[in-house]
């Protein structure tokens, strides 16, 4: 069964310092997003990006952050410099339709800014 | 704000009894979404409700939503070890958006 995949598991970096997690979507979907969760806290919708383009993005998705489809199954989410509130499970979702359509999500990348 | 509320916080239940966990919104919802995840990992797709009175079954789980589209339950029958883990609901609040906004979760224990 097909399935979003995300590297690294974890990622340990010092504040300041950039990052890039990355994700594998499901083949065959068009639309992309990032999610975040603090620890103990919501799962929160960051970006969503189609065609090579930003739909969607929420307030946290600051200039710190950008994302890039770098090659036709990559899809990546960096940090230019990371603070130590950026700490925080980021989960990649992939969909087929942007609108009433499931999001399947990677098992997420676990950040911790020291 | 759109704010998605789950009940109750944490759930601990016998093996092979019936719970229900609830998902209420401020808003009228467009579509309803929920989730499983295993602590410190990935979320689940379990099921999608998006008409007022549907309901979906998936083997022992059942979702509802009420026909306002403002509350949305699942309910597991007999539970077993191994639907222990956090329900997640989420919401999308208009037909134009793929974003969606997250309960706080419900962390269901089951014991053997």
């Known amino acids: 069964e097909p399935e979003v995949t995300q590297t690294p598991s974890h990622q340990v970096t010092q504040m300041g310092q950039e990052v890039i997690l990355r994700c594998v979507p499901i083949?065959?979907?068009?639309?992309f997003y990032w999610y975040r969760q603090i620890l103990g806290q919501k799962v929160e919708f960051l970006v969503s990006?189609?065609?090579?383009?930003?739909?969607?993005k929420s307030e946290i998705f600051d200039d710190q952050f950008s994302v890039e489809r770098p090659d036709g199954s990559n899809f990546t989410l960096k940090i230019r410099s990371t603070k130590l509130e950026d700490s925080a499970m980021y989960f990649c979702?992939?969909?087929?339709?942007?609108?009433?359509?499931?999001?399947?999500f990677g098992p997420g990348t676990r950040l911790l800014v020291l | 704000s759109q704010e998605l509320e789950q009940s109750p916080q944490s759930l601990i239940v016998q093996e092979g009894k019936n719970l229900t966990i609830n998902c209420t919104s401020s808003?009228?919802?467009?579509?309803l979404y929920w989730y499983k995840q295993k602590y410190g990992e990935g979320l689940i797709f379990l099921m999608m409700l998006q008409k007022g009175g549907e309901e979906k079954s998936h083997e022992k789980i059942t979702a509802k939503l009420d026909e306002k589209k403002q509350q949305s339950s699942l309910h597991i029958t007999a539970s077993q070890p191994s639907h222990a883990g956090i329900y997640l609901c989420g919401a999308a609040y208009s037909g134009n958006t793929g974003k969606l906004i997250f309960g706080q979760g419900t962390t269901l224990q089951v014991k053997p």
């Open positions: 083949s065959n979907h068009l639309y």
């Open positions: 979702a992939s969909s087929r339709e942007y609108y009433q359509e499931t999001q399947y």
């Open positions: 990006f189609y065609n090579n383009e930003i739909s969607e």
């Open positions: 808003k009228t919802l467009y579509g």
